[in-house]
């Protein structure tokens, strides 16, 4: 067993290390150890606050503070790191990132790429170039409307210090855009089932040009992109140039492209075809 490597999950934006669940299922009947990484102010640490319950109070909510708020790229790293530096030692570790969870783990690469046997990315960010909030300004995010998300967003960032989004919301119009971002191959109940596993607060930070790809640290690391076929809030053309930024930077020793179909969320609420994915890298 101390030769097989443990998988460690890295969330996205609003999430937590609840939706990984399935996927650690599918693993471990794989005959594979993973452990899901809740960064702070997420998972239990998360602020659900009174006025997101039902009835909801958007007055409120738009108002109440968050536990999240003043958390930095930073402190995700740290707390990443201290899961890895546990993990290697019980042998090889393959680290694993989902959409914005893809600022953490290469941060983490670039801090202690000697934890890292693989380091993997699923539809995330893998700054090179640009800053992550540059991208959304390229072409390749043309097609792409955070502003479609505004009947969900509640209060002011800059005044909660953090960025609060209603997924307990039934406005039409949001439900429609989160479905068409995120899950337009879901069903109707798995949808609403995963957008109640959000969590409603997300930090500030997503890093400077400092937190880029690093090729003397990160560049060093074994990599995977798991393209997402599907993806409408990350298209297939931006998880290209990511890979494309990347493997210019470290051109001896590029990305590992594999691809799975469908959208942002489906490889989570279905994980077979994942799980099977992952489990292969262990033999690289």
Same mark, same amino acid.
């Given at each position: 067993?101390?030769?097989?490597?443990?998988?460690?999950?890295?969330?996205?934006?609003?999430?937590?290390?609840?939706?990984?669940?399935?996927?650690?299922?599918?693993?471990?009947?794989?005959?594979?150890?993973?452990?899901?990484?809740?960064?702070?102010?997420?998972?239990?640490?998360?602020?659900?606050?009174?006025?997101?319950?039902?009835?909801?109070?958007?007055?409120?909510?738009?108002?109440?503070?968050?536990?999240?708020?003043?958390?930095?790229?930073?402190?995700?790293?740290?707390?990443?790191?201290?899961?890895?530096?546990?993990?290697?030692? /019980?042998?090889?570790?393959?680290?694993?990132?989902?959409?914005?969870?893809?600022?953490?783990?290469?941060?983490?690469?670039?801090?202690?790429?000697?934890?890292?046997? &693989?380091?993997?990315?699923?539809?995330?960010?893998?700054?090179?170039?640009?800053?992550? /909030?540059?991208?959304?300004?390229? $072409?390749?995010?043309?097609?792409?409307?955070?502003?479609?998300?505004?009947?969900?967003?509640?209060?002011?960032?800059?005044?909660?210090?953090?960025?609060?989004? /209603?997924?307990?919301?039934?406005? $039409?119009?949001?439900?429609?855009?989160? &479905?068409?971002?995120?899950?337009?191959?879901?069903?109707?109940?798995?949808?609403?089932?995963?957008?109640?596993?959000?969590?409603?607060?997300?930090?500030?930070?997503?890093?400077?040009?400092?937190?880029?790809?690093?090729?003397?640290?990160?560049? &060093?690391?074994?990599?995977?992109?798991?393209?997402?076929?599907?993806?409408?809030?990350?298209?297939?053309?931006?998880?290209?140039?990511?890979? &494309?930024?990347?493997?210019?930077?470290?051109?001896?020793?590029?990305?590992?492209?594999?691809?799975?179909?469908?959208?942002?969320?489906?490889?989570?609420?279905?994980?077979?075809?994942?799980?099977?994915?992952?489990?292969?890298?262990?033999?690289?």
């Amino acid at each position: 067993m101390e030769n097989l490597p443990t998988f460690v999950l890295v969330h996205g934006a609003f999430a937590n290390s609840f939706s990984f669940a399935p996927l650690q299922a599918e693993l471990g009947l794989l005959g594979h150890r993973s452990v899901a990484v809740d960064l702070p102010g997420h998972g239990f640490q998360a602020t659900f606050p009174a006025a997101y319950q039902a009835p909801q109070d958007l007055q409120a909510l738009a108002s109440e503070p968050g536990s999240i708020k003043g958390v930095t790229l930073a402190e995700n790293t740290a707390r990443l790191i201290d899961v890895l530096e546990r993990a290697k030692r /019980n042998g090889p570790v393959v680290l694993v990132g989902h959409s914005r969870g893809g600022i953490t783990i290469t941060a983490a690469g670039n801090a202690r790429p000697d934890l890292i046997d &693989r380091i993997c990315y699923v539809s995330a960010w893998c700054p090179v170039d640009l800053d992550v /909030n540059d991208y959304y300004a390229e $072409p390749e995010m043309s097609e792409v409307d955070p502003a479609a998300f505004a009947p969900a967003l509640a209060g002011n960032p800059a005044e909660l210090g953090l960025i609060r989004t /209603n997924f307990r919301t039934a406005d $039409p119009a949001a439900l429609a855009a989160f &479905r068409q971002a995120f899950a337009a191959d879901l069903g109707d109940d798995e949808f609403r089932a995963f957008l109640n596993t959000f969590q409603p607060d997300e930090n500030l930070d997503v890093g400077t040009s400092a937190d880029r790809a690093q090729a003397a640290t990160w560049g &060093r690391i074994p990599k995977t992109f798991v393209r997402l076929a599907g993806d409408a809030s990350m298209p297939p053309a931006m998880q290209d140039r990511l890979i &494309r930024e990347a493997d210019a930077l470290t051109p001896d020793n590029p990305f590992d492209v594999r691809t799975l179909d469908g959208s942002h969320l489906r490889w989570l609420v279905h994980p077979k075809p994942a799980a099977e994915l992952l489990a292969g890298l262990a033999a690289l």
